[in-house]
Nanobody, 118 residues
Framework: QVQLVESGGGLVQAGGSLRLSCVAS????????MGWYRQAPGQERELVAV???????NFAESVKDRFTISRDYAKNTVYLQMNSLKPEDTAVYYC????????????WGQGTQVTVSS
């Protein structure tokens, strides 16, 4: 079992930056993929960015060139650096993990709210 705790959300003006953190605890060795998803009001949860243990990454088209994902294995933490934020980035951001690349996610964090004002 892996527990995930996100932090770093908040209110920011358009064009600003935020860095989200997600700390994993528990059965860390079972983690292969770590990802960030988001869900805006009235919309389905969508992929933002994922990174596998081998360093392969994938991003939503809407955030490419603005967001980066990184992992600090010593701290069991995955980060989402968000730059040039837009009002349409407003959502609850969730961290998730999967034991295998391409497989289902086994656990999710509680989410952190990101609000971008225009």
């Amino acid at each position: 079992q892996v527990q995930l705790v996100e932090s770093g959300g908040g209110l920011v003006q358009a064009g600003g930056s935020l860095r989200l953190s997600c700390v994993a605890s528990g059965s860390i060795s079972s983690i292969n993929v770590m990802g960030w998803y988001r869900q805006a009001p009235g919309q389905e949860r969508e992929l933002v960015a994922v990174e596998t243990r081998t360093g392969s990454t994938n991003f939503a088209e809407s955030v490419k060139d603005r967001f980066t994902i990184s992992r600090d294995y010593a701290k069991n933490t995955v980060y989402l650096q968000m730059n040039s934020l837009k009002p349409e980035d407003t959502a609850v951001y969730y961290c998730a993990y999967a034991p295998a690349s391409g497989g289902p996610y086994d656990g999710w964090g509680q989410g952190t709210q990101v609000t971008v004002s225009s």
